[in-house]
């Protein structure tokens, strides 16, 4: 297998054959020969590390430290699902016996999860390995036995083909079909990929407009498919009196750090704060920033919109800058600005998302008022919660768990943990969809129950049948049975 790159339209029938032909090969297949092409896939980027971070460095404008750990979380995350696999749980197995007597009369049926088919992946640009071509998406779609094709970010070209040319070889090596791997790049051909009949889904971590525009696309192809969106998110965080009265230095100090990683370019950037009025927050958190050194953005076209959203921001009737934000030939500031809760009440553009190292404080004088304040948000990944021990905080709380896809107590936003439980995901429009996009449940999106009922064993998928032969968590007649695993 090779690093093919499509960047024709014109090519994508030939290429999708061979993707929905490697579909097939997949479907027969044993998972634990899966799962070892995930650990091939880490160990080669593993190895290549040193030479893809100085590409990413070159490219992204981020730090060496932060690339080295992402490679890591990379194939943290490719070795992780790779567990997953192994472990079972992720196909859903359902058995239910006949049961002649029942009313109506039951038949015998069994129920797994099966993969979609051919996938196509948008890389990002804020996560150059994370979310890009062997990112989180492509590792939970081959984890889910569909084959990718990744539509390379713009913004780190040469990367994303160095990228693929390890991850086409470490496949190849590992004894993975022709097609289960594909690079694609131009927006033409990643449109036109969205709209292709063999592509059964998309995923996609971007803007709102672009996001939206691809979307949309997906539900209008004569067989609608699932797109699965990460667009934008302000990401709210509510400090309440008693917090602020003890440790308002120490939550300055963390916002600012948080505000700032990398350059503000996180989706979980904490972008809106409120504090009590009077709080020492706002100034402190300034002056954490006020001689921060300036940074590039990932491109020159984000660093515009960053140039831009702040001088519309700083012109709205009521804000107070605190710390100015510039853009220049050198890069980009943090910026720091304050508005009251009224004014924020009155103000759209102050629940708006600025992409890049800005935040919002908005003072409160009742916290009631706030949980009243963020249920008018739009939908964010996370929120937050800093209080103390004897505050009662259910109003904001509940207010939050309604408009976000994790609640956090006493900690920032960003810094996201692969794990089982994780949940990276939340209201429209920071996901077009229910599902996470990181941690072991990211898989499900690429799969669909199927359901076999009075079939004949032989006709069954190991997973269903009678012994369990692969040795995999299933529920049977409403019983969970853990059995060993692989």
């Given at each position: ?166 991850v086409a070889r470490a496949l190849t090596e590992a004894g993975a079909p022709d097609g289960v ?284 049948q009678d012994g369990n032969p692969l040795g995999i968590p299933r529920r049977v007649d409403g ?8």
């Amino acid at each position: 297998m090779t690093a093919d790159i499509l960047t024709d339209p014109r090519d994508l029938d030939a290429a999708l054959a061979r993707s929905a032909a490697a579909a097939e090969t997949l479907r027969r297949i044993p998972d634990v020969v899966r799962a070892g092409w995930l650990d091939a896939v880490a160990d080669a980027l593993d190895a290549g590390r040193d030479e893809l971070v100085p590409i990413a460095r070159r490219e992204t404008h981020l730090a060496e430290a932060r690339l080295v750990g992402e490679v890591a979380r990379t194939t943290g995350q490719l070795r992780m699902l790779a567990d997953v696999v192994r472990e079972g749980s992720y196909l859903e197995a359902v058995l239910d016996s006949a049961d002649p007597t029942a009313a109506p009369p039951r038949p015998d049926l069994r129920r797994m999860l099966v993969p979609l088919g051919p996938v196509v992946n948008f890389a990002a640009s804020n996560f150059p390995f994370a979310f890009s071509v062997a990112g989180g998406d492509t590792a939970a779609a081959l984890t889910a036995g569909c084959p990718v094709i990744v539509k390379a970010h713009s913004g780190h070209r040469e990367l994303s083909r160095r990228t693929a040319e390890i991850v086409a070889r470490a496949l190849t090596e590992a004894g993975a079909p022709d097609g289960v791997f594909l690079l694609a790049e131009g927006r033409e051909v990643g449109t036109a990929l969205v709209a292709h009949p063999l592509v059964k889904a998309g995923s996609f971590t971007g803007s709102i407009a672009g996001g939206r525009a691809l979307f949309d696309i997906a539900a209008r192809r004569p067989d609608p498919i699932p797109f699965y969106g990460e667009l934008g998110s302000i990401n709210p965080v509510i400090v309440s009196p008693g917090a602020d009265a003890a440790r308002a230095e120490e939550l300055a100090t963390g916002l600012a750090a948080s505000f700032t990683l990398g350059a503000g370019q996180f989706c979980t950037k904490p972008g809106l704060v409120f504090v009590p009025a009077g709080s020492r927050i706002p100034e402190l958190a300034a002056a954490s920033v006020a001689a921060a050194t300036p940074a590039q953005l990932l491109t020159g076209s984000i660093g515009d919109a960053y140039a831009g959203g702040w001088d519309d921001l700083v012109s709205i009737d009521g804000v107070d800058v605190l710390a100015e934000a510039t853009a220049g030939p050198e890069g980009v500031t943090p910026g720091v600005v304050r508005a009251t809760l009224e004014v924020f009440a009155a103000e759209p553009r102050l629940r708006e998302e600025l992409f890049g190292p800005a935040t919002v404080l908005v003072t409160y004088s009742d916290i009631a008022r706030v949980a009243a304040a963020v249920s008018g948000l739009d939908g964010s990944l996370t929120g937050t919660v800093h209080a103390e021990a004897d505050e009662d905080v259910t109003a904001v709380v509940g207010a939050l768990s309604d408009r976000v896809g994790r609640v956090l107590f006493g900690g920032w936003p960003t810094g996201v943990a692969v794990t089982w439980s994780q949940h990276h995901g939340g209201p429209w429009p920071a996901t077009t969809s229910l599902f996470t996009s990181v941690g072991a449940t990211s898989v499900r999106r690429f799969q669909r129950p199927l359901a076999f009922q009075d079939a004949p064993h032989a006709a069954l998928p190991e997973a269903l049948q009678d012994g369990n032969p692969l040795g995999i968590p299933r529920r049977v007649d409403g019983v969970l049975e853990l059995e060993a695993t692989r």
